[in-house]
């Protein structure tokens, strides 16, 4: 601040008529959109919680066999069905580190089953970063390194064995690999035919639309699951399991776009009339270009939302499908194919741990519905 | 009238969509390369047993396998005559099942009311618990009743039905003495209706019902909630309020109305997927609708069964979406008679 000669004040700093046009009214909402969306994304606990558990899942998958104290078709002759083993950490009051009572099959004759007896005065330590069944890390190392494993001489069934003597918890790893990527695959599927067809009917109209549109209404008032069965039934049984595993995603992905279309179709509907996209179309750009370039990134997070909602649907057909028998078959291991197991009241009744695979399934579904709910919540981040 | 007519062309547009399904319905059973006859034809042939062959060749003359599909799909549609004059589904013959060696309208029998009653159960089901606890969730939102509806909707949606249907099953035996498996005491199978044989069948209901209402139910719930939740914010909601009414009779007098309409048509997005799990739930209950009997046909490639049973699963499903459809215009004259797409 200056006072000229005839008393008047002059600011000295230099002058800039532009400044209040470009300083920012809100300094919060100057960023790209993704990192407005991830704020506000971080904010859903629950679908935060629920990201971080898929996304350590998901990375995890290759080195499950590392994880697993067994392979997936180890077996124990000695011990089927055997229940739940304890990890235990004190023996008689003194602090020994994790270890299991070794247990010995004993018959049972009056309820003709096997009853295994743990030997509570030997301990045996659990072994770390030890030697056993041989596997393939991430599809291809070959190694047989584990995290943990049996001590020699006794077992480690966190979660029990099944009807042919093999690891519960182990299996439910495995099983991870198949029941989690079906829903990956079954969504690339339906959302690749969705947004194609979505577009191509919202973007064209007229006959194109009408026809979709059609299809789009008759598929989604059918029920899912009796044709997703004739579906699988018609998958020749001398198919290997990759060639089933695949054919079953596809399956699952193939009945499921409509619902997707759909919202893509009405998107599309509402966008054409806009002005950059006439102003596009004037500059020549083709009609895939604009439906790529223009059109598609307006609401691909909204899509990739919705997406993320309907994999639980995929991950639960993939379930029933495999427990009735139709889905994918037995050296396969997933968590339906597990759930077969118990597909009588007897086994719930006397080996109810055979139904453990269930638990991850509903967590699983669980944390896809809680970040698809809060993608969708944070894709507007300039809404209040 | 205006309803009348929109209730005749729904008609119209159910009819044409359950053709387009027959044919959709009819491609899907003869993907699996081969049909029942010819497979036990080889079989037969491979195992030395001529007498066999000459029976399934004639059976297979009979019911036109020998045809090109498009023909054997007319046929057993009814638009063409087949070696024996007009016969298929618009005559009334459901086909014959090569697997039990009987006309399929025999197997399935009873089996199609029933399934139909374990269905409209279920919806019944659907609105009797969704109802409440949506606007329960609604006017105490963001306290414990909010959350505790909320988690067990999710938890509702999460679990995969069979395995529902397996612990209330098992739990559902085990504490309230729910009877096990079925529809109805085996006493009373094949007998005429009668009260004891109702009260037997009430009794069965409730494990299914529940089981197959409840990720319906939990959907349904929120979708009223969020309904509910929009119009309570609206000032009509606060001079209500301000006039003195009691909270709950300004609920079921202003925003309830409103909220019902969205209620009343997602009965018609639910159905489908409603539908299917009530053929998985049977299954794994052994209830004696047409579940079952859809498993086995398909994996035995009983074609004609297995066609008959996918047609009236997807005749029950545009059926109920049809009603909801009717019921909704009846409800909200102001919904375009065109259709309900925005």
């Known amino acids: ?26 300094r919060d909402l100057d960023a790209p959109n993704w990192v407005l969306i991830w704020r506000k994304f971080k904010t859903h606990r629950l679908g935060l919680v629920s990201g971080i558990f898929l996304l350590t899942a998901y990375l995890l998958l290759p080195f499950v066999g590392f994880f697993a104290p067994y392979t997936a078709n180890e077996r124990d002759e000695e011990r089927l069905y055997a229940p739940p083993q304890a990890i235990h ?40 970063f030890c030697r056993a069944g041989s596997y393939r890390l991430a599809g291809l190392i070959e190694t047989d390194m584990h995290l943990f494993c049996a001590p020699e001489g006794a077992t480690i069934f966190i979660l029990g064995s099944d009807r042919l003597g093999r690891d519960v918890f182990s299996r439910i790893l495995y099983g991870a690999q198949l029941s989690l990527t079906v829903g990956l695959i079954g969504i690339a599927v339906s959302f690749s035919l969705g947004i194609l067809l979505g577009s191509i009917a919202g973007y064209f109209g007229g006959t194109t639309d009408w026809i979709i549109n059609r299809v789009i209404e008759i598929l989604r008032s059918l029920p899912e699951l009796p044709l997703w069965l004739a579906l699988s039934a018609a998958v020749p049984s001398n198919w290997g399991p990759v060639a089933v595993f695949f054919i079953i995603s596809i399956i699952l992905g193939i009945l499921d776009w409509p619902g997707l279309a ?31 370039k223009h059109l598609l990134p307006n609401f691909m997070s909204h899509l990739i939302a919705s997406a993320t909602l309907s994999i639980p649907a995929m991950i639960l057909g993939e379930t029933a499908l495999s427990f009735l028998g139709l889905g994918l078959r037995a050296p396969a291991v997933s968590w339906g194919v597990m759930l077969n197991d118990a597909q009588n009241l007897a086994s719930i009744e006397i080996y109810p741990w055979t139904a453990i695979p269930m638990i991850p399934i509903i967590i699983v579904v669980l944390a896809f519905n809680f970040l698809g709910d809060g993608l969708r919540d944070s894709l507007d981040p300039y809404e209040h | 009238m205006e309803i009348l007519r929109y209730a005749i062309y729904r008609f119209g547009t159910m009819l044409l969509t359950l053709l387009v399904a027959s044919v959709l319905i009819f491609i899907i059973i003869n993907l699996p390369p081969g049909d029942y006859l010819s497979n036990q034809i080889a079989e037969l042939k491979a195992s030395g047993q001529s007498a066999g062959v000459a029976k399934a060749e004639f059976l297979r003359r009979e019911y036109s396998l020998d045809q090109p599909l498009w023909k ?86 999460a679990t995969p039905n069979f395995l529902l249907a397996l612990i209330m099953f098992y739990y559902g035996h085990k504490y309230f003495d729910l009877p096990i498996g079925g529809l109805m005491d085996p006493v009373y199978e094949g ?70 309409n969205p209620f009343v048509a997602d009965i018609g997005n639910l159905l489908p997927s409603m539908v299917s799990g009530s053929v998985l739930v049977s299954v794994v209950l052994g209830l004696q609708t047409i579940g079952p009997t859809l498993l086995t046909a398909l994996k035995t490639q009983d074609q004609f069964l297995s066609a008959f049973v996918l047609m009236f699963v997807a005749l029950l499903t545009l059926v109920g979406t049809m009603i909801s459809d009717i019921l909704l215009v009846m409800l909200d004259p102001r919904i375009r008679y065109e259709g309900r797409e925005a």
Do not use: C
């Open chain 1, 1 to 26: 601040m200056r006072q000229l000669p005839d008393g008047r004040f002059v600011d000295e700093a230099p002058y800039d008529p532009q400044a209040s046009i470009q300083t920012l009214e809100r």
């Open chain 1, 89 to 128: 950490w004190f023996h008689e009051g003194e602090f020994v580190g994790p270890f299991v009572y070794p247990t010995t099959a004993e018959a049972d004759l009056e309820t003709f089953q096997w009853k295994f007896v743990p030997d509570t005065t030997r301990p045996m330590p659990l072994e770390f």
């Open chain 1, 262 to 292: 759909r919202s893509v179709r009405a998107k599309f509907l509402a966008l054409r009339e806009e002005e950059y996209v006439r102003a596009a179309e004037m500059m020549g750009a083709t009609s895939g270009r604009v439906i790529r």
């Open chain 2, 72 to 157: 054997q799909y007319m046929i057993w549609m009814g638009f063409m005559p087949g070696p024996h004059g007009f016969s298929g589904l618009i005559q009334g013959n459901y086909g014959w099942s090569f697997e039990f060696d009987r006309p399929v309208a025999e197997i399935v029998g009873d089996s199609l009311w029933l399934t139909v009653l374990v269905n409209f159960a279920a919806v019944m089901f659907v609105y009797a618990a969704a109802l409440p606890l949506g606007v329960l969730a609604a006017a105490r939102s963001r306290t414990w009743v909010d959350y505790t509806t909320a988690f067990i909707g999710y938890l509702g949606l």
């Open chain 2, 191 to 260: 007998q005429p209706l009668s009260w004891d044989k109702m009260k037997s069948i009430l009794i069965h209901l409730i494990v299914p019902t529940i089981v197959i209402g409840t990720s319906g139910a939990s959907a349904m719930q929120q979708r009223l909630r969020a309904n509910m939740l929009d119009e309570l914010g609206k000032p009509y909601v606060e001079t209500a309020i301000a006039k003195g009414l009691s909270p709950a009779r300004m609920l079921a007098k202003y925003p309830l109305r409103v909220a019902f």
